[in-house]
């Protein structure tokens, strides 16, 4: 008998609850059933993600980029996920996945190293993916 699905929320699916734009159906209720279920992730990249975004004012709140994550970590059920040496060593050197988004990488990395499946609307992760590289779920 397995666990429930891990799902990792990408930092796109943080941001778009954040400012309630609509995300697919399918992916909705995979998301409410992993945090249900104890399965739902957030990576520490995202709060980095947050931090940057507000630093150059593409993201804008009257919080502080931590204070912005752990709202939306509490608010949704998800669990801080573990980011390992391993997991910065090995996001440097992905079998066939052109993309140099450290973020991208590092959360690439991660789902493949727990086997969970990113929740995303990135089309190089969608595309790596659908090459059979990590699970992915498209919003």
Not at 17 to 38: T, Y
């Amino acid at each position: 008998m397995t666990g429930p699905e891990k799902l990792l929320l990408d930092t796109c699916v943080v941001l778009f609850a954040a400012g309630g734009e609509e995300i697919l159906p399918a992916a909705r209720m995979a998301i409410e059933e992993a945090s249900e279920q104890g399965g739902l992730f957030l990576s520490p990249v995202s709060a980095w993600e947050i931090g940057l975004l507000m630093a150059r004012g593409r993201l804008k709140s009257t919080m502080i980029a931590i204070d912005f994550f752990n709202e939306f970590v509490e608010g949704s059920g998800c669990i801080v996920s573990d980011i390992t040496p391993a997991i910065f060593a090995n996001s440097s050197s992905l079998p066939h996945f052109d993309n140099r988004d450290p973020a991208d990488c590092l959360l690439v990395t991660t789902a493949r190293a727990f086997d969970m499946t990113i929740v995303t609307r990135d089309r190089a992760i969608l595309t790596y993916g659908n090459e059979g590289h990590v699970k992915t779920l498209p919003c």
